[in-house]
């Protein structure tokens, strides 16, 4: 019963009409009876799109197979093999990426005897494509597979084994170094040389630390700089201080800040007049407080005097919601006195915005450290009304991260239902996915399964209709301007709300709120913290193009459940195809979209006429 209101509110997103064209009428409806494909697509019909693989038009049949990629659906196995034989290529091509994401091992040989037998050479190169990212799927943990697979003439492949590679855990990568180092001796591009010195992370030997010191200093592309540092410091190694200092000298921006991370890690002790000596010569308070926050905690007790008496009078000011939040941080690592009573919980129950808040609650779990009483008290107090949906998320994904014990002393059964029923089944979607999986923790049960909410957005058919493929939109932020540009035939759904969104001026005012230099600038979210959505959601939409360097997807908490937060690449992310929608592309500005610092703010997003 719940629903009704929820689809009524979707004309707050903007106009329920397309824009009029020159002459003042409505486009024509130009999608004729690709409709019904869609509309079967968004309903997750497997059935009538198995129907749609007969149709006697190509154009339908293809639709229909690149349909079942957004629906992953592994009953549609047995129609998209058979489509594997259809006598168009575009259907053959689409079924085969389909497959990629619902293949299994019998899958797989029918996938690759399929590739033996094709002629089209454009087709036989996505079923290789597709029946390596299901071989990925089945072998992730084989070190020597991926590998041998960097000796691919495809880029593609390569990409996506430098990645897998990268992302084996500990014991799995060090054994592995001599021909991780070979490969980057040898390879090209810069994007699988990326991935490959991620892949040296852990490894302490001579030869590879010296690899990365080299790479982190000496390497033209900041993305391999970038990925540098973080191998290195991967080790957490205290004696990386002095060289991680001057690396936040830097000239690209994404640089400095994965210094400032990597410092953030260090164990300790430190030196903390030699991160006071630096932090002072620091024009950028992104960089600057952090450090004043450490060498607070790690300098002598006149470095401590001077760091506290600075940024208390940084917190007289008001350096906008990001750098308050930072300021709350850093202040907390004072080893002296009670910066989680004095500092966060005071912020944390007043009206202040919803990012600082989080930054306090944070902070003060942290200082105050797991199973202490503080701690305890604290969380009681964030989960008693009035309710902070994000706090509610954080204290839920912090807790199912915990053993039982605890999350029973925090988590009472007598206050759950009070406070699910606070929560909007939707737009809260993802802090009621964090409060079941902390409840399971607390349990000793596994955690829940993903479950997509019901279908609830239905796609405007006159406004899709008057979108054209590569229409542009200008992101003007505080850095720059960025354009993007739609990919309707891909993600018609997200398409039509992005837009919606953006004539209504939603985004105006909206922030960056998380930037990671080799992955994501990620922004939109109304509440500023990440925790934020709309009181409806859009499907998964899958294309055929990835998530490479400039590619646009919306954030999700899961199958169907994406909203209103979009984030750009800022370097090839393969492992999130198939998982999440793209729907646009940047057309100009990506320079400046590398640049983005949390905090950034959209001052206006406008469609370009």
Not at 560 to 570: A, R, V, Y
């Amino acid at each position: 019963m719940r629903w009704l209101p929820i689809l009524l509110l979707i004309s707050a997103c903007g106009p329920a009409k397309p824009d009029p064209d020159a002459s003042g009428t409505v486009p024509p409806d130009e999608l004729g009876p690709r409709w019904a494909v869609l509309e079967a697509q968004d309903h997750r019909n497997t059935a009538a799109l198995c129907a749609f693989l007969q149709d006697s038009s190509a154009t339908i049949r293809a639709a229909a197979a690149l349909a079942f990629a957004s629906v992953q659906d592994t009953t549609s196995r047995t129609c998209l093999i058979a489509a594997l034989k259809d006598p168009e290529a575009g259907v053959r091509k689409n079924a085969a990426l389909a497959l990629a994401w619902v293949a299994d091992s019998t899958t797989l040989i029918l996938l690759n005897a399929a590739a033996d037998a094709e002629v089209d050479t454009s087709v036989q190169r996505m079923m290789h494509e597709a029946g390596f990212r299901t071989e990925l799927a089945l072998r992730k943990h084989d070190a020597l597979f991926l590998i041998s697979y960097l000796e691919s003439n495809d880029q593609d492949i390569r990409t996506r084994a430098a990645q897998q590679l990268a992302r084996l855990p500990k014991e799995e990568l060090i054994t592995e170094a001599p021909g991780v180092l070979h490969a980057i001796s040898v390879e090209k591009d810069p994007v699988v040389r990326m991935f490959l010195v991620g892949a040296l992370k852990h490894n302490a030997t001579t030869e590879v630390t010296k690899t990365l010191r080299t790479l982190a200093v000496e390497d033209s592309l900041p993305m391999i700089r970038v990925a540098a540092l973080r191998a290195l410091g991967a080790k957490q190694d205290n004696d990386l201080l002095s060289f991680l200092l001057d690396r936040l000298g830097d000239a690209d921006v994404g640089v400095q800040q994965t210094a400032l991370e990597q410092i953030q890690r260090l164990p300790g002790p430190l030196d903390g007049a030699a991160i006071w000596k630096v932090a002072q010569e620091i024009p950028d308070y992104s960089i600057k407080i952090p450090m004043y926050g450490m060498a607070m905690k790690h300098g002598d007790e006149g470095t401590r005097m001077v760091c506290r008496a600075l940024m208390k009078s940084m917190a007289e000011q008001d350096l906008g919601p990001y750098g308050n939040a930072a300021l709350i941080r850093a202040r907390t690592l004072d080893p002296e006195g009670n910066p989680g009573a004095d500092v966060c919980e005071p912020v944390i129950q007043s009206k202040a915005s919803a990012i600082m808040r989080l930054a306090a609650f944070e902070s003060a779990f942290a200082f105050y450290g797991d199973r202490t009483t503080p701690q305890v008290e604290m969380v009681r107090r964030v989960l008693s009304p009035p309710y902070d949906e994000g706090l509610i998320a954080a204290v839920s994904e912090r807790l199912a991260e915990m053993d039982s014990l605890p999350i029973k002393n925090m988590l009472h059964k007598t206050s759950l239902e009070t406070i699910k029923d606070a929560l909007h089944p939707i737009r809260d979607l993802e802090t009621l996915q964090y409060l079941d999986q902390a409840i399971a923790k607390r349990d000793g049960k596994p955690a829940p399964e993903h479950v997509a909410p019901p279908f609830n957005h239905p796609i405007d058919r006159a406004r899709l209709a008057a979108l054209k493929q590569g229409q542009q939109y200008r992101i003007t932020t505080t850095t720059g301007e960025i354009i993007l540009a739609i990919e309707p035939d891909a993600a018609p759904g997200t398409c039509v709300a992005f837009d919606s969104l953006v004539t209504a001026g939603y985004y105006n005012g909206k922030y960056f709120h998380r930037v990671i230099p080799n992955f994501v600038a990620q922004g939109g979210c109304p509440r500023g913290d990440g925790y934020g959505g709309m009181p409806w959601t859009l499907r998964t939409e899958i294309g055929a193009e990835g998530f490479v360097e400039g590619a646009v997807g919306l954030a999700s908490a899961g199958h169907d459940t994406e909203s209103c937060q979009f984030f750009i690449m800022l370097a090839p992310a393969p492992h999130l195809d198939g998982k999440y929608t793209r729907f646009a592309h940047v057309a100009s500005g990506l320079d400046v979209a590398r640049r983005l610092q949390v905090g950034d703010v959209m001052t206006r997003v406008e469609r370009i006429p």
